[in-house]
């Protein structure tokens, strides 16, 4: 972001930024994988807001704290995991490429039985057992698949 932006968009862009800051402290730290995973699940609709907005991705959709940091919740560590595995096997795949590894895997790290990518779709936590989408495990599979599955949160460029 940035770059590519013409001078009136940043500017406005700039004061929007300016504005929320002032209007929501905890709105300050906006690490880099929080907003690459923001665009990545189609979570952001084109403002920018998104990715200012903690109701849209809080940190402990992969963070145990609200702030961040360690520890990670099992989605988390299922992210450090995909990491790990693929450092060992050679690999230098950067965070969009594990997401979707991650994702396209078909793994369940709440283990609430509702798919992490499938949660991603239906907009509740991976990461949390309390949080799983509404409606039959089946039913909602069906409709994911529907319109795309997993591959829907492959990097964008592939
Ligand atoms: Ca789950």
């Not at 001078?7 to 929320?20: D, S």
């Not at 990670?72 to 995909?82: D, H, L, R």
């Amino acid at each position: 972001m940035g770059v590519g932006l013409k001078l009136t968009e940043k500017h406005v862009l700039g004061g929007l930024i300016a504005l929320l800051v002032l209007a929501a402290p905890a709105a300050l730290a906006l690490p880099k994988y929080r907003l690459q995973a923001i665009n990545q699940f189609h979570l952001d609709d084109g403002s920018g807001l998104a990715a200012l907005d903690r109701r849209v991705m809080s940190c402990s959709y992969c963070h145990v704290k609200e702030s961040g940091g360690a520890p990670w919740n099992p989605f988390g560590e299922a992210i450090q995991a995909t990491f790990k595995a693929n450092a060992e096997a050679g690999g230098k795949a950067k965070f969009p490429e594990i997401l979707f590894t991650l994702l396209e895997s078909g793994g369940d790290a709440d283990g609430d039985t509702y798919p992490d990518a499938l949660e991603v779709w239906a907009k509740t936590l991976p990461g949390d057992a309390a949080s799983k989408p509404d409606g039959v495990l089946e039913t909602v599979q069906a409709e994911f698949e529907a319109v795309g599955g997993a591959e829907q949160f492959m990097p964008r460029g592939k």
